[in-house]
Structure formats: structure tokens, C-alpha cells
């Protein structure tokens, strides 16, 4: 078990929080929030985000496929002493009949050559498929019907992913889309070992190193 700032802890595997948790951060906590709020998080991992709503007294719902994430957010949510009820398993089978004012996700983003999402390891945090949509096309997918009128989903992802492909997908769903911040990083070392294959893929050029990560905000009108 590893600490982590803010009083957090990870079991081996889960994914701590990095660049991408600290943008879709930043936008919620720019979103308001009513004392009953009911929030959803896709992909909770440990938890951090979804801790922070139910901080500012959101009833909060956290999913996971990972059972090591959901342990390590139900772990956290004892250390910090704050309701949280984490579901284990697809966030479309959990929340069946369920709507909710407010949907942050960091999902799995980055473009693997498998053409298939992994069924274990650190990877199913991350391995998103070719084009690295494989989740979040889904979660486009079902984000109307998860959200009460005026609802709001808050999502980060990398821009090699394709803002323009959520945005329109998010947009023929119905849902009012804007990207809202954008920030650069390094890439880490899981881009770095797919170096070749993203070059050979187009998603990347000879000499890039840096990715931008965007957080999308779609509303449900």
C-alpha cells in the first residue's frame, strides 16, 4: 500500500492520482453543487475525486471494474471519514434506472495496439483500444440517460484521443459540449514505450514528447 498526498492510500495496480485527476479537479471544484446533489464517478480508482464531492455533502455513487480499486476507494472513504458507496463492475449495469446531477470521469484514454480492453492489471486504468475511445464512446453513449435535466457531465481525456469526436458524439446525444480547460505534460511511460506505434499510427509526430489533456463539459439540456 502506498500513501499519497491528501491523506489517500493506493493498493498496488490502482491508478494514483496524476496530471489528468489534478485538471478534472480543478473543474469541479468550479461546479456548483446543491447539499443533495447526486453524482456519479465512472472509474473511481482511489477514490480522490469522488471524495471531493462528497466532501461538499454530494450524495456520491464511485464505479470501478478494478475490485483493487474499489477497495482502495472504500478504504479511503473510511480513512477520511466521508459516505461514499463504491460499485463494483460496468458503469452502465450499476447505475441501471439511476439519474444524476453531475458525472466526472477520468476514463481509460490511451491508444493500445490490442484491439480488445485488458481483463486485469495496472493496464485496464489506461489501454483504451486503438484510437483510445474504446470507453469513452460508451460513456458518451449513455450519458444523456444518466443525467437529470440540467445535469452535467465533467470528463478529461487526452487530446490524442480526438476533443472533436466527443464533442460531436456528446452533441448528436443531445448534450450542450464545450471543452473547458487544456493543459500540456510530458508524456509518461506508458506513451513513451508505444513510441513507434503511435507514430506509425498517426497519433503522434517524430519529434513530439508532450500530450494535452482537455476536460469536456457537456450539459444535458
Known amino acids: 500500500m502506498t500513501s499519497l498526498p491528501g491523506g489517500l492510500v493506493a493498493l498496488p495496480s490502482v491508478y494514483r492520482p496524476q496530471a489528468d485527476t489534478h485538471l478534472l479537479a480543478e473543474a469541479l471544484a468550479r ?14 480508482g ?12 454530494a450524495e456520491v455513487t464511485a464505479v470501478d471494474v478494478s475490485w483493487t480499486a474499489v477497495a482502495t476507494a472504500r478504504l479511503n472513504a473510511l480513512l ?5 458507496s463504491v460499485l463494483h463492475g460496468d458503469f452502465v449495469a450499476r447505475t441501471a434506472g439511476r439519474r444524476y446531477d ?9 491508444p493500445a495496439p490490442a484491439a480488445r480492453l485488458p481483463s486485469r492489471g495496472p493496464e485496464r486504468a489506461w ?5 483510445g475511445r474504446m470507453v469513452i464512446d460508451r460513456i ?14 465533467l470528463m478529461v481525456h487526452s487530446a490524442m484521443s480526438s476533443a472533436e469526436r466527443t464533442l460531436d458524439r456528446l452533441t448528436r446525444a443531445g448534450l450542450s459540449a464545450t471543452v473547458t480547460a487544456r493543459a500540456t505534460v510530458p508524456w509518461g511511460p506508458v506513451l513513451l514505450s508505444r513510441r513507434s506505434w503511435l507514430r506509425s499510427q498517426g497519433l503522434a509526430h517524430t519529434a513530439e514528447t508532450r500530450e ?6 457537456a450539459r444535458n439540456t
Open 31 to 44: 461546479e456548483e453543487l446543491a447539499p443533495d446533489a447526486r453524482v456519479l464517478e465512472i472509474g473511481t
Open 46 to 57: 482511489t477514490g480522490a475525486l469522488a471524495l471531493n464531492a462528497a466532501r461538499r455533502g
Open 80 to 84: 477520511q471519514r466521508l459516505p461514499l
Open 102 to 110: 453531475l458525472i466526472v470521469t477520468n476514463p481509460p484514454y490511451v
Open 127 to 131: 489501454d483504451a483500444g486503438p484510437d
Open 140 to 153: 458518451c453513449a449513455h450519458a444523456s440517460a444518466l443525467l437529470r435535466p440540467g445535469g452535467v457531465l
Open 212 to 217: 494535452e489533456l482537455v476536460v469536456i463539459r
